[in-house]
T-cell receptor, first 108, second 116 residues
Framework: KNEVEQSPQNLTAQEGEFITINCSYS?????LHWLQQHPGGGIVSLFMLSSGKKKHGRLIATINIQEKHSSLHITASHPRDSAVYIC??????????FGTGTSLTVIP | NAGVMQNPRHLVRRRGQEARLRCSPMKGHSHVYWYRQLPEEGLKFMVYLQKENIIDESGMPKERFSAEFPKEGPSILRIQQVVRGDSAAYFC??????????????FGPGTRLTVL
């Protein structure tokens, strides 16, 4: 069993739809990151969370420490949001765990 | 302010050769992380360095791999006697000096290593 589980693995949405990607983890963490990997391979860090909620433009990330769960929301999705979204955590023992990613395709 | 720079972007080596991957962090960043992404697999943490110090190398293979981040110059990930299984994309990220992974990371474009 992976320490970090993401769902769904693949997601196809129509432009304009509200999108949610989920991340559940089984270890105690000190930080959780959401990353975006573009089709060309480049990686962008979207959020670093240790509690609560963060918003950046059309992106919102939330974390519930008690439930060991985080969500990444995209409002008014656009084809340029098409990418792989990766959840990553660092546990209290300074070990890193990465989800296998959610592949998002937004259709015009 | 240039972003994180990695070079080369593509590197081809024959089995048994050495590979040197370079990472120049963003200006003002003193923390560097190296990650590896094997084909069709997710990212894996390799090593975390601060200037002149290896803080965490728990993700580094025990043999043939080493990393450094000297006082001057880029961070270098060195792979000796490469094997085909080392073929992967190697990403470097940097962050400001405000705590271990508790800050946004800025990723470089990656170096794609192919071992023939």
């Amino acid at each position: 069993k992976n320490e970090v589980e993401q769902s769904p693995q693949n997601l196809t949405a129509q432009e304009g739809e509200f999108i949610t990607i989920n991340c559940s983890y089984s270890v105690g963490i000190s930080a959780l990151h959401w990353l975006q990997q573009h089709p060309g391979g480049g990686i962008v860090s979207l959020f670093m969370l240790s509690s609560g909620k963060k918003k950046h433009g059309r992106l919102i990330a939330t974390i519930n420490i008690q439930e060991k769960h985080s969500s990444l929301h995209i409002t008014a999705s656009h084809p340029r949001d098409s990418a792989v979204y990766i959840c990553a955590v660092r546990n209290t023992g300074n070990q890193f765990y990465f989800g296998t990613g959610t592949s998002l395709t937004v259709i015009p | 302010n240039a972003g994180v720079m990695q070079n080369p972007r593509h590197l081809v080596r024959r089995r048994g050769q050495e590979a040197r991957l370079r990472c120049s962090p963003m200006k003002g960043h003193s923390h560097v992380y190296w990650y590896r992404q094997l084909p069709e697999e997710g990212l894996k943490f390799m090593v975390y360095l601060q200037k002149e110090n290896i803080i965490d190398e728990s993700g580094m293979p025990k043999e043939r791999f080493s990393a450094e981040f000297p006082k001057e110059g880029p961070s270098i990930l060195r792979i000796q006697q490469v094997v085909r299984g080392d073929s992967a994309a190697y990403f470097c990220a940097s962050s400001p000096p405000t705590g271990y992974w508790n800050n946004e990371q800025f990723f470089g474009p990656g170096t794609r290593l192919t071992v023939l």
